[in-house]
């Protein structure tokens, strides 16, 4: 039986599992762009659909509703989960890519705040919430999906290419909208181009629904299935007994939100710093994340390939503890290296502001104008904020 298991282990990659990595992870790619579209341009978009507020509001707003897609990605994972456990993966898949791919395009045609008023706001809130649903049910069938083709002791080494997906679609995001910034230029970019890429993502949803038509399902789903060994009820089964609940909660607080802390934190809130807290000029910021992310994508296989040989616990453990001792620092050189006259001024140039705290609210409504910053303590802190700027 040891034999046969690494006989197993090392054997070199069929050409149907390769077909099924590389179809899941591409068609994901695609949904991480798409995802990642509307952060990457988070500036742009504020302006566009929350005109309403005040300028340091309406990037706030924009990320609110950036946000609006992660708080429901849990439940797309429940939904959707529970609708490939009944009739499959494959098709499950198509669900996803056509909500995502859709939610996208409709964000590129979408009448801004000045045509429609307050109401395209909520509209795009509801997309968001549309996108966060579709990435929700994506990932995490993706990554069941190829795990469900892995042979024994490859797991690890199968799934760590879906992981590489979020990166290569934020980086894909950044290269498209890079390009056609340079290509229309800042103000016309800014006035209509950056719905260009929202628009094209039509493509990708094509190339998305051709891919995932050619796939077959998994045969571990196919082999529950002739069994009669798929779950009548994954819900209540999952969430019912403390015994997976358990396994459930430990997943999601104690894992999967370090995780997501590092990974958005190093990846994705880095670009956000680079614009609009140290002032670097969008296209060079692009450029920098971009490259670190060209630079970091193969490590994620490098490390799935190694968690197959020393486990799972040391690398996740290893990696939380990397980010603890070092984002502080680097976060500090980054601000020294891109902007070293703001990084003089924060240390030279303290402010203290004295005022009732009762008097500060928290400023963030999509249709109001002037009406967030009626006391005193929410004019200064405009101000502070402007004089950033």
């Not at 045509?115 to 579709?134: K, N």
Request: glycine share 8%; with cysteine.
């Amino acid at each position: 039986m040891a034999t046969a298991s690494a006989v197993t282990t090392n054997a070199p990659m069929t050409a149907e599992e390769k077909k099924v990595i590389f179809a899941s992870s591409l068609g994901t790619v695609f949904e991480w762009y798409d995802f990642y579209l509307y952060g990457s341009l988070a500036a742009i978009i504020g302006k566009q659909f929350f005109t309403g507020l005040d300028p340091t509001a309406q990037f706030i707003a924009s990320l609110m509703a950036f946000a609006a897609g992660f708080i429901v990605r849990p439940f797309g994972a429940l939904v959707f989960g529970r609708l490939g456990d009944m009739i499959g993966r494959k098709y499950t898949f198509l669900v996803t890519i056509l909500i995502m791919g859709l939610s996208t395009f409709i964000v590129g045609v979408l009448p801004t705040y000045e045509t429609i008023g307050p109401a395209a706001a909520v509209i795009l809130v509801g997309l968001r919430l549309l996108q966060g649903l579709a990435l929700g049910g994506e990932y995490g069938g993706a990554a069941t999906y190829v795990a469900e083709h892995a042979p024994h002791g490859k797991r690890g080494a199968y799934t760590s290419w879906i992981q590489t997906t979020a990166t290569l679609g934020l980086f894909l995001s950044l290269i498209v909208i890079l390009g056609t910034r340079t290509a229309l230029g800042e103000a016309t970019f800014a006035a209509w181009g950056w719905r260009i890429p929202f628009i094209v993502s039509i493509l990708l949803l094509a190339i998305s629904v051709w891919i995932r038509l050619s796939m077959n399902e998994s045969p571990a789903f196919q082999k529950m299935k002739s069994e009669g060994k798929t779950s009548k009820a994954p819900l209540s089964e999952s969430f019912g007994q403390w015994k997976n609940l358990k396994i459930v909660l430990l997943a999601l607080f104690g894992l999967v939100a370090g995780q997501g802390v590092v990974w958005y934190t190093g990846q994705f809130y880095a670009l956000f710093f680079l614009q609009s807290v140290v002032k670097v000029d969008p296209a060079a910021a692009n450029i920098m994340v971009a490259v670190a992310l060209l630079i970091g994508t193969p490590f994620f296989v490098v490390f799935g390939t190694l968690s197959d040989r020393i486990g799972r616990k040391p690398i996740i453990m290893a990696g939380l503890l990397l980010a603890i001792l070092t984002y502080f620092p680097l976060f500090k050189a980054l601000t020294n290296a891109a902007n070293p006259d703001l990084a003089k001024a924060q240390a030279t140039a303290q402010i203290t502001l004295t005022t009732d705290p009762a008097q500060c609210s928290f400023q963030g409504s999509p249709v109001a104008r002037d009406v967030d910053f009626t006391t005193p303590c929410d004019i200064a802190k405009r101000a502070l904020a402007q004089a950033a700027a």
